[in-house]
């Protein structure tokens, strides 16, 4: 025999699963364009609102490119999501979750490998469109320093729990669901005062707001956009919350391949 | 007296108010061939499900390797290996980017050699650098056994291994099968409906109707029993035995 012997947590494991889909994205330059496609277009109309605004609105004239900015973080949320659950999707097209599920491979693993690749994923698409915003708008979300990594992170750990969710749910339900990976973050992007200021939300619905930490890090980067200041209490509640959530998603997905094992769904979810 | 390959007792699975499987205990001799017998339907492949840990039994204990599936799955997994035709691989890596993901995953130490030496035993050498969607499906059965053997698995599950290959294919995969299994001293538990395989390559047959065993023993020995001259004619006996209206007897050609 000359497999290695147990053991409960493999770093080869979880690089072979990054492999495989280091191996998809270069195995197809549309895919790898399909990163920057759409953070891009947003990117670029973005920018032209702010053109128009700067000279037609005070709020945006005190602040160039906060749209600019909200766009491209907003985008960071969004791709980190796909990145985890576009991904899974792709292993049940293929109908290879039986293959993986059937080899030494852990399930937490499976989530290793797909929130690194996540990173992988948001990193081409968002970093494209941040560095084409340069010469297009003269506008660098990098000149945020220190700030704009931990609205990063922030964004993205909450993106890879909202993923992590919907993969339980497709586990659970199967490809049924699929739409459910596109369309449901678009669910919190009205109440993460993405453009706008959380207190421009109806009162009742500003507590709901402040439960997401993307509400946090939006207000964050204004803060830091109009007053020049971090506010370390935005980032803490960002990061308290995240800390929630990413242990209830991964205990939810966790829950739900031993409910696919209980079931026999592992073996039936293909198309 | 060494440990079985594989010892069930007990071994029980529904899914809601149907019985796939139900109480079925066996065992299965190191080294040996065993072949998994039944109509579709009949519980095969969630047996094998149950074995590999992909489903998890309602009832009883499946000790492997001589570990017991629930509490040491993990460690038997790396050291057994499966192909189905109910799963797949990634369509869009090439057969080289497949083996090598997989490779990985079981921990194959030299995987560039172990590929090359599957490639030249299964004929998927010139196959290497195609997209595993391009393959016709002989040809992505054969990848996915050379998968089922990428870690010399001491036990390998085959679920209809040659159901899609012409005669020529099917006899080369049967005979690298052999010659795997006693050049490694592997045990193979074979899901299949080609009676004919069953009776070359098996040492032991199990046959399953609606979830149990109800029969078992060597190939030669079960034709001797039913008064039949080869195993498909025991198969039939056996599997229209659990039928009244005899369809043979119904759709009979004069």
Redesign the interface.
Known sequence: ??????QVF?A??I???I??YL??LR??WPRILEQAYWPTVQMITWGLVTQFFATNSSWVAQAAGVLIAAVLLWDVLFRAQLGVSVVFM??M??????????????PYELVLALISISLVRTCIGVGTAALLAIPLYQYSIFAMGMPLIAFFANLLIFGWAIGLVICALLLRFGLGVESLAWASIFAIAPISGIYYPIATLPVWLQPVAWCLPSSHVFEGMRTVMFEQRFDVDRFAAAAELNVLYIVLAAIVFLRAF?VA????L???S?E | MPDPAVAVEGLS?R?GAVV?VENISFSIEPGSICALLGANGAGK??TL?ML?????PTAGVIRVLGKDLRTDR??V???M??S?P?????????VA?NL???A???????IQA?VTELGRHLDIEGSMRR?YRTLSAGQKTRVVLA?ALL????LVLLDEPTASLDPDSADRIRQYLVHYQRSNGATILLASHNMTEVERVSTQVLIMRSGEIVDRGKPMHLIAKYGRTTMEEVFLHIVRNGDPADRQARYSVR
């Open positions: 025999m000359i497999a290695v012997p147990e493999s080869r494991r690089g072979a699963m492999l495989r191996y998809l195995g197809s792709e292993e097209f293929a109908r290879n979750l039986g293959q993986l599920f059937a080899s030494p491979l852990r031993e094992r209980a079931r026999g592992l073996l039936q293909g | 699975k899914f796939a492949t969630t499900a590999l840990g992909l489903v998890t993990y460690s997994l790396a050291r290996n499966f189905s109910y799963v797949d691989l990634p369509q869009r890596l090439t980017e090598d993901v997989y990985r995953l079981y921990g194959v130490r030299d172990r997209e998968k870690n010399r698995p001491e």
